[in-house]
C-alpha cells in the first residue's frame, strides 16, 4: 500500500512537471503578504541567510540587500548562524556592492526561521515598531513573514529574492555543434531539456515548503 501510494504520488509529480502548476506554486509562495502602505520605505533591510558562502542563495539574496539598502540608505540586519568565515565573505560581498560594512549587524542565534526572528526581537525589541523589509528565498517568504507577524513586527514587506529568467532559445541546433559532435542528436524542443527538470525540482522545493508551513502551525510558531 505504501509504495503504491508513493508511486502514485510520484505519478502526479511527473504530470504536474509537464505544467506551468509548479511555477505558481514558487511564484505564489514569494508574494509578500504582509498588508503595507503602497509607499513602504524601509528603515532596515533584514535578510535570512541561508548556508555557506559562495552560495547561490545566498548571493542571489545579498544582491537583493545591497541594492534596496543602496537606493533607501538603510542599515542591513543579517539572520545567520554564527560562522565567522561565511560572515566575513558576506561583509565582503555587500561592501564590494558598495555597502559599508559598519551599516550591517548580524544576529546569529538560533537555528532556524522561528529561533531566528525570537533572537531577533530580543536583540533589538525597538524593530517590532520600525518598517522591515524582509528579504529571503522565494519558497522561504511566507513562513518567514508569518513568523515576524507571530512575534509582532507591525511593519514588514517580503521580497522575494527570484532568480532572473533567460530569454533566449536554448535548443540545440545540429549546425550549431562542431564537427566532432555529430553523434548528438539535435533537439529543436528545450522543454523537456530543461522546464520539466527546473519544475520537478520546483515541486521538491514547494512540497519540502508546504511540511515546513504544517509543522511551524502545529507547533504554533506561526
Same mark, same amino acid.
Given at each position: 500500500?505504501?509504495?503504491?501510494?508513493?508511486?502514485?504520488?510520484?505519478?502526479?509529480?511527473?504530470?504536474?512537471?509537464?505544467?506551468?502548476?509548479?511555477?505558481?506554486?514558487?511564484?505564489?509562495?514569494?508574494?509578500?503578504?504582509?498588508?503595507?502602505?503602497?509607499?513602504?520605505?524601509?528603515?532596515?533591510?533584514?535578510?535570512?541567510?541561508?548556508?555557506?558562502?559562495?552560495?547561490?542563495?545566498?548571493?542571489?539574496?545579498?544582491?537583493?540587500?545591497?541594492?534596496?539598502?543602496?537606493?533607501?540608505?538603510?542599515?542591513?540586519?543579517?539572520?545567520?548562524?554564527?560562522?565567522?568565515? =561565511?560572515?566575513? *565573505?558576506? #561583509?565582503?560581498?555587500? !561592501?564590494?556592492?558598495?555597502?559599508? &560594512?559598519?551599516?550591517?549587524? $548580524?544576529?546569529?542565534?538560533?537555528?532556524?526561521?522561528?529561533?531566528?526572528?525570537?533572537?531577533?526581537?530580543?536583540?533589538?525589541?525597538?524593530? =517590532?515598531?520600525? *518598517?522591515? #523589509?524582509?528579504?529571503? !528565498?522565494?519558497?522561504?517568504?511566507? &513562513?518567514?513573514?508569518?513568523? $515576524?507577524?507571530?512575534?509582532?513586527?507591525?511593519?514588514?514587506?517580503?521580497?522575494?529574492?527570484?532568480?532572473?529568467?533567460?530569454?533566449?532559445?536554448?535548443?540545440?541546433?545540429?549546425?550549431?555543434?562542431?564537427?566532432?559532435?555529430?553523434?548528438?542528436?539535435?533537439?529543436?524542443?528545450?522543454?523537456?531539456?530543461?522546464?520539466?527538470?527546473?519544475?520537478?525540482?520546483?515541486?521538491?522545493?514547494?512540497?519540502?515548503?508546504?511540511?515546513?508551513?504544517?509543522?511551524?502551525?502545529?507547533?504554533?510558531?506561526?
Amino acid at each position: 500500500m505504501i509504495l503504491i501510494s508513493l508511486g502514485i504520488l510520484f505519478a502526479i509529480a511527473i504530470i504536474l512537471a509537464f505544467t506551468p502548476a509548479p511555477f505558481f506554486m514558487h511564484y505564489n509562495l514569494g508574494k509578500n503578504i504582509s498588508k503595507s502602505d503602497s509607499c513602504f520605505i524601509p528603515e532596515y533591510i533584514v535578510m535570512l541567510g541561508a548556508g555557506g558562502m559562495p552560495e547561490s542563495n545566498n548571493l542571489m539574496r545579498l544582491h537583493y540587500v545591497a541594492e534596496f539598502a543602496g537606493n533607501y540608505k538603510t542599515p542591513v540586519i543579517i539572520l545567520h548562524p554564527a560562522d565567522s568565515a =561565511t560572515k566575513e *565573505k558576506m #561583509l565582503y560581498e555587500l !561592501s564590494c556592492k558598495g555597502i559599508n &560594512r559598519d551599516d550591517v549587524t $548580524f544576529s546569529t542565534d538560533g537555528t532556524n526561521t522561528h529561533t531566528q526572528v525570537l533572537a531577533l526581537k530580543k536583540l533589538m525589541p525597538e524593530l =517590532t515598531d520600525k *518598517k522591515l #523589509l524582509i528579504i529571503t !528565498s522565494p519558497e522561504h517568504l511566507r &513562513r518567514t513573514q508569518k513568523c $515576524f507577524i507571530k512575534q509582532n513586527f507591525n511593519h514588514i514587506y517580503g521580497k522575494a529574492a527570484f532568480n532572473s529568467t533567460i530569454d533566449f532559445d536554448l535548443s540545440l541546433d545540429k549546425t550549431q555543434l562542431d564537427d566532432d559532435d555529430d553523434f548528438i542528436i539535435a533537439v529543436n524542443n528545450s522543454r523537456l531539456r530543461y522546464t520539466f527538470w527546473n519544475y520537478l525540482k520546483l515541486e521538491i522545493t514547494c512540497f519540502r515548503e508546504y511540511f515546513a508551513l504544517l509543522y511551524y502551525k502545529i507547533n504554533a510558531w506561526i
